[in-house]
């Protein structure tokens, strides 16, 4: 007896990735125009072979629209854990195992501190979140007067809030306290997302990110790649993203906090993870393309080419896990002949530089509290 078909099992036959192909797909997102879906799952199924060719094509357009920057940015969260919703990749989620800090909010001073440290280590933008659905008003004038901390001692700071699903009421109030930017990743396809999250929707995720922007907030949406999802999703979720029109796009590999569902879900290579990037450096080809968690575990030592597709990284911890140190990252991003965006230096000559040359300082989650980092 047969079984019930996988979506992966009727997969039609996908054209060969060449060079050539590559020019072309390059070429076109050089002037605006994405890959078509054909060409897109194409180069997901691409192979080993023509792995440097990708990236190499991938490159050649951040390179066009984003020279040699790296924009550096800071996860602050001001909330963390017990969360009511069920994300199933998520460690803060309801019912979750995870051995990661739980936290009430920190005060906005504590706050304004970690945006110091971040703007100290390079970081144009912070990013203020708190785990949970969505913000009640208690919630909104807590993390406005943390902005407006924010606002008073870095003028120049980028700030990004991160709250989940959004009114619009509540949105153009963050925009009016000096708020740039609102995140709301829809994280996967929306044929997919059910096997996700079942306390809320992908149109729910899409309702927000549409209510910041008409708000006058820069919207943020990506994804997070490694949860099971077939390449007609990663198609789907990049189509659906560009549709959105976001100014930033994170992109997120998975990591598996024991104790969620997903836990133990090791389903990317480094070679996998290349080959997103490169497909969303064609889809978004001027756009900022932001490498987010998850890089350090996945692509491992292939990171240094990441950086020739993203123009943009999270320096240090993620919300509930560590991050690479800070001097690691600037000596890969100076190691690749790239310039962190923003920096007042010279390109920093890897071969001079030194132990005790020594810039930012990595920093641990849990900063403002009692509780110990976790590691
Ligand atoms: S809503 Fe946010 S904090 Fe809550 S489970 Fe989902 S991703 Fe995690």
Redesign the pocket.
């Known amino acids: 007896m047969q079984g019930t078909p996988t979506k992966t099992a009727v997969e039609p036959a996908r054209a060969e990735v060449s060079a050539a192909s590559l020019d072309a797909v390059a070429a076109a997102a050089l002037d605006g125009i994405p890959p078509t879906r054909q060409e897109a799952l194409a180069l997901l199924g691409s192979g080993e072979d023509v792995l440097l060719d990708v990236v190499a094509a991938g490159a050649r357009v951040r390179r066009r629209f984003f020279g040699d920057r790296v924009k550096l940015n800071f996860l602050i969260n001001m909330k963390s854990g017990a ?1 009511s ?3 199933s990749y ?1 460690s ?2 309801r019912g979750s195992d995870a051995e990661v800090l739980k936290y009430p909010w920190l005060d906005p001073g504590a706050i304004a501190d970690l945006a110091d440290l971040a703007a100290a280590g390079g970081a144009r933008r912070v990013c203020l979140v708190a ?3 969505g913000p009640n008003q208690r919630d909104i004038g807590r993390v406005t007067k943390a902005i407006e901390e924010i606002r008073g001692r870095r003028p120049e700071l980028e700030i990004c809030t991160c709250l ?1 699903l959004l009114g619009g009421a509540q949105a153009e109030q963050l925009r009016d306290a000096g708020a740039d930017a609102y995140n709301h990743n829809v994280n996967t396809s929306e044929e997919h997302y059910g096997e996700v ?1 079942s306390t809320h929707s992908f149109a729910d995720r899409v309702d927000t990110v549409r209510r910041a922007g008409h708000a006058g907030l820069s919207p943020c949406s990506g994804a997070i790649f490694g949860m099971r999802e077939t390449d007609e999703d990663i198609v789907d979720v990049a189509f659906a993203l560009r549709d959105l029109g976001p100014a930033s796009v994170p992109v997120n590999f998975l990591i598996p906090f024991d104790g969620t569902p997903l836990e133990g879900e090791w389903l990317l290579t480094p070679q996998r993870c290349l080959r997103i990037l490169a497909l969303f450096r064609f889809v978004f080809p001027n756009v900022e393309l932001r490498l987010g968690g998850g890089r350090e575990i996945h692509l491992r030592t292939l990171q240094p080419l990441a950086l020739h597709l993203a123009n943009s990284i999270f320096l240090g911890d993620y919300l509930t896990s560590a991050g690479e140190a800070a001097e690691a990252d600037l000596q890969m991003i100076a190691d690749a002949g790239l310039v962190v965006d923003g920096s007042e230096r010279e390109p920093l000559d890897s071969s001079r530089r030194g132990a005790g040359d020594k810039t930012v300082a990595p920093r641990r989650r849990g900063a403002g509290t009692e509780l110990p980092p976790n590691a």
């Open positions: 969360c919703e069920d994300c998520c803060q989620r785990a949970g659905k989940g999250c």
